[in-house]
């Protein structure tokens, strides 16, 4: 028998595979291996791609020594050479996006050349978490502040308003020839020399 003619299950050996994931993704295998090692065979949205491996989805430049080099980081998840997809309508609603499915074992091994290694991967990880909760401290902190200035200028600005301020009336002449002007509210008197 020809294996290209028929080709068999990479894992049982069973000439009964699937053919959505042999056409789409290249992979040799049968449904019941599919079911029994999900760990190797189940499909993963580009979120999760995204998010637990670390793939982009958008093409960017990285810039590299001060603004001197870039970088041209392809966007890995839409190129279907080297990521091969399964798209699929969107369960959350019709008129959304359609799903992108990717077969864990290639995501894996692919996320593990980009980055070296599990370790690595993990690493890159901790380092992206670390400045994500710096950046939202940061941005915390800031509201915090603004928040402190606004009260400290609301409060400000309060006893400013709520300050007296003398209503002065007309000009008397006093017994030592100085002049006077008492406020009416409070009975301040301002004594002046007239010209």
Not at 23 to 48: A, H, M, W
Not at 112 to 136: F, H, Q, T, V
Not at 137 to 165: C, I, M, P, S, Y
Request: aromatic content about 12%; proline content about 5%; charged content about 35%.
């Amino acid at each position: 028998m020809d294996p290209a003619r028929n080709p068999k299950c990479h894992e049982c050996q069973t000439i009964d595979i699937d053919q959505t994931f042999r056409r789409i993704f290249g992979c040799l295998v049968c449904k019941r291996c599919q079911n029994d090692k999900p760990e190797k065979y189940s499909l993963l949205t580009k979120t999760e791609c995204k998010e637990d491996y670390l793939l982009t989805d958008r093409e960017s430049f990285e810039v590299i020594y001060n603004y001197f080099l870039t970088a041209f980081l392809p966007a890995e998840l839409r190129d279907h050479e080297v990521m091969p997809h399964l798209l699929k309508a969107n369960p959350h609603k019709s008129s959304y996006a359609n799903m992108m499915l990717f077969l864990r074992y290639q995501v894996e091994e692919f996320a593990w050349k980009k980055w070296g290694s599990p370790e690595a991967l993990d690493a890159e990880y901790k380092k992206r978490m670390a400045e994500k909760k710096k950046i939202k401290n940061k941005k915390f902190e800031q509201g915090l502040k603004d928040l402190r200035w606004r009260t400290k200028e609301g409060v400000w600005q309060k006893r400013k308003d709520a300050e007296h301020r003398h209503a002065y009336g007309p000009s008397v002449r006093g017994p030592d020839g100085m002049s006077q002007q008492i406020c009416h509210e409070c009975g301040f008197t301002y004594e002046f020399e007239e010209l």
